[in-house]
C-alpha cells in the first residue's frame, strides 16, 4: 500500500474521456482555478476506457480519479463518489436537452412532435445503461426497454401520426448516457414508421450537424454548463426543444474507499 499522498499515488493524473467532451474542457479549467492541481494532467482517453481502467482500479482497491458523469452505469457497479467542487468549475445540476435542426417542424412533424414530447428519468435511463454494460446489443436493450415501458411510449407518441418509412437522422456521441437515449429514441420512431439513421460523431461535430441540417436531431445537449461553448457557437442555428432528463451532473469520481473528498484537497 502507498503511503505517499493522493497525488504521488495516481501520478498526478485525472482519467479523463474524448477531447470536445465538456467535461474535459472543465477539467481544464478545474487543472487552472484550483492551485493545488497546478502540476496534475488530465489523460485524454474514452468514456469506453475510462470506465475500464475505474474497474480495474475498484477491482484492486487502487486509487483512482477519473472524469465521471450522472446518469452513467458506474454508479450502480460501483461504490463512488463525487469529489467537492468548492469553486464551483463542474457546475450544479444539469439537464440534458433535444435539440433538432430548423425546418424539422414542417417537414417531419410526426418525428418533431415525438422528439418534443420525448422526457424520461435518470433511472429509466441508468436501466438501459445497465442492460448495455451487463452485455447487451444497444438496439436490443432500448428495443426491451421500449417494450416494457409502453405507458411513456404513448405519451411520446401522443399525437404523431405513423409515417411510411420516412427517413430521419440522429447524431450522438458514444458516451454510455446517450448510446442509451439515442437508441431508445430511435426504436420509438421506428414504431411509428420512420426509418432511423444513427450518426456517431464527436461532441462538437453532433452540434455543427443539427446547426447544418446534416442530421435531423440529437437528445444529448448537456446544459446549461456542459455544453455551454457549443450552445454559444450553435444555438442560434437549432430548434431547441427543452429538456428530455433532469437531474444530470459532471464531475471528478472517485471510489468511496479513498480518502478525499474534495477537489481542494488533492495534493
Ligand atoms: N459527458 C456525457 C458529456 C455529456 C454527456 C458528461 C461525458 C460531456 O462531457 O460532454
Known amino acids: ?3 505517499g499522498s493522493i497525488g504521488e499515488e495516481v501520478d498526478y493524473k485525472i482519467i479523463g474521456i474524448e477531447p470536445g467532451a465538456g467535461i474535459m474542457q472543465a477539467t481544464d479549467t478545474a487543472l487552472k482555478e484550483y492551485e493545488n492541481l497546478a502540476d496534475w494532467e488530465v489523460v485524454e482517453s474514452s468514456s ?6 475505474l474497474q480495474k482500479a475498484y477491482e484492486d482497491e487502487e486509487p483512482i480519479i477519473v472524469t465521471g458523469w450522472t446518469p452513467h452505469w458506474k454508479f450502480a457497479k460501483f ?4 469529489l467537492e467542487d468548492p469553486k464551483g468549475v463542474y457546475g450544479e445540476a444539469e439537464v440534458i436537452q433535444t435539440l433538432v435542426r430548423q425546418g424539422l417542424k ?3 412533424p410526426n418525428a418533431y412532435t415525438v422528439l418534443d ?3 424520461w428519468t435518470p433511472d429509466d435511463m441508468a436501466q438501459v445503461m445497465v442492460e448495455i454494460q451487463d452485455g447487451a446489443d444497444p438496439v436490443e436493450a432500448a428495443s426491451a426497454w421500449v417494450e416494457d415501458n409502453s405507458d411513456k411510449v404513448a405519451e411520446w407518441t401522443s399525437g404523431a401520426e405513423k409515417v411510411d418509412g420516412e427517413k430521419i437522422k440522429l447524431a450522438y456521441v458514444a458516451w454510455d448516457s446517450e448510446i442509451a437515449s439515442t437508441n431508445v429514441v430511435a426504436k420509438v420512431l421506428e414504431s411509428i414508421g420512420y426509418e432511423v439513421e ?4 464527436d461532441a462538437g461535430p453532433m452540434f455543427a450537424a443539427i446547426a447544418e441540417g446534416d442530421a435531423d436531431g440529437m437528445v444529448a445537449a448537456w446544459l446549461p454548463g456542459t455544453h455551454a461553448a457549443y450552445m454559444e457557437e450553435y444555438g442560434d442555428k437549432v430548434e431547441d426543444l ?3 432528463l433532469e437531474g444530470a451532473k459532471i464531475g471528478l469520481v472517485v471510489p468511496a474507499y479513498m480518502d478525499v473528498d474534495s477537489i481542494e484537497d488533492l495534493k
Do not use: I, T, V
Open 1 to 3: 500500500e502507498a503511503s
Open 48 to 53: 469506453a476506457a475510462m470506465a475500464s481502467e
Open 79 to 82: 461504490d463512488l463518489k463525487y
Open 106 to 108: 414542417d417537414e417531419q
Open 117 to 119: 414530447q420525448f422526457f
Open 198 to 201: 444513427l450518426l456517431q460523431l
Open 242 to 244: 427543452g429538456p428530455n
